[in-house]
């Protein structure tokens, strides 16, 4: 799906949610859907991205749609939140911005530049002041979560002395072959075989940091359906795509989940020359982007359960 695709996607949903939204909200929805037609340039792009990665507390898909009502937002909560945590009420006349609700269909939040404190509210926190800064630069358990998640996809990582010129590979893996991942450590430690779907290489040579990014690299093309899917409800199917559109991709994903603990990798070079030289966006999914981006985030805090 493009990203004309993918504004189709959203206005489908706009209307299928006017029943159920009271009139105010509504309306933010019309102007939602309508500044979904902006992001066809590479400027507002990569002012998209470079937004997503500092919104670490929401979702990718959820920060993308923030910042499609509110480019300047800083940090959201939802009323209650706002009250019962930091001591603030929504000013009047503030405008709800509509995000998506875990197991529910959407949940109305709002930036903190439209709250004000109550008597006796707290300073605010860091988390809320200065929710951008940066974290650090370094990779922690990511790695090694990521690695063993994956493998409930099928997929095996082999470390490979490639020298400089080869960060990592991933491709489709010969049939027949079965992986033996855990299911549960507890009371009993607890197996399964898991097909043999895609094989991984990544290079000793790169430092931790390195890997991460090949890692978010080359499973941004698994995620994103360029070698295809083994069920359309874990990922798209999208293999008939022009490599420049798979890298684009690809790096995107890289660059907003890099993005997420502080890591500066390549990939933000590399989009951004090719941003420089180019005026018009190729036709990328970035519904794709953002659920391949939203899952590695997920794998890289906690272990998943299998599919």
Same mark, same amino acid.
């Given at each position: 799906?493009?990203?004309?695709? *993918? ?32 992001? *066809?340039?590479?400027? +507002?792009?990569?002012?998209?991205? /470079? ?10 898909? =959820? ?14 909560? *939802?009323?209650r939140r706002w009250l ?20 529910g269909p959407v949940m ?40 063993? =998640?994956?493998k409930r996809d099928g997929? +095996?990582? *082999? ?17 027949? /072959?079965?992986?033996?991942?855990? /299911? ?22 790169? +430092? ?22 083994? =069920? ?46 180019? /005026? ?28």
């Open positions: 799906m493009s990203i004309r695709g *993918t504004q189709d996607t959203l206005f489908d949903i706009a209307e299928g949610l006017r029943g159920i939204l009271p009139p105010k909200p509504e309306r933010a929805l019309d102007e939602l859907f309508d500044l979904a037609r902006k992001y *066809t340039t590479t400027e +507002s792009y990569n002012e998209l991205l /470079k937004f997503i990665r500092r919104f670490r507390f929401y979702s990718p898909y =959820n920060a993308m749609l923030i910042h499609m009502q509110m480019p300047g937002a800083k940090f959201v909560a *939802t009323p019962d945590k930091y001591k603030r009420r929504i000013r009047t006349g503030a405008r709800p911005l509509v995000i998506l609700q875990p197991r109305f939040v709002f930036d903190v530049s439209d709250t004000e404190p109550l008597n006796g509210a707290p300073p605010l926190p860091a988390e809320v002041d200065r929710p951008f800064e940066v974290r650090g630069g370094t990779v922690g358990r990511e790695l090694e979560l990521t690695c063993e =998640n994956v997929v +095996s990582i *082999t470390d490979q002395d490639a020298g400089s010129q080869r960060a990592g590979s991933l491709q489709t893996a010969a049939s027949g /072959k079965h992986l033996k991942v855990l /299911k549960k450590s507890f009371p009993v430690a607890e197996y399964e075989q898991v097909p043999l779907r895609y094989e991984m290489l990544l290079n000793t040579k790169l +430092s931790r940091e390195g890997r991460y990014a090949t890692l978010a690299h080359e499973l941004g093309h698994l995620y994103c359906g360029h070698l295809g899917s083994p =069920n359309v409800n874990w990922w798209p199917d999208r293999q008939i795509l022009h490599t420049n559109v798979c890298e684009f991709e690809a790096e995107s994903v890289c660059y907003l989940v890099c993005g997420y603990i502080g890591v500066d990798n390549p990939s933000e070079q590399y989009l951004s020359g090719y941003m420089d030289k180019n /005026k018009e966006m190729p036709a990328i999914s970035l519904e794709a982007v953002m659920k391949a981006a939203g899952l590695l985030q997920r794998m890289g805090e906690r272990r998943l359960k299998l599919r």
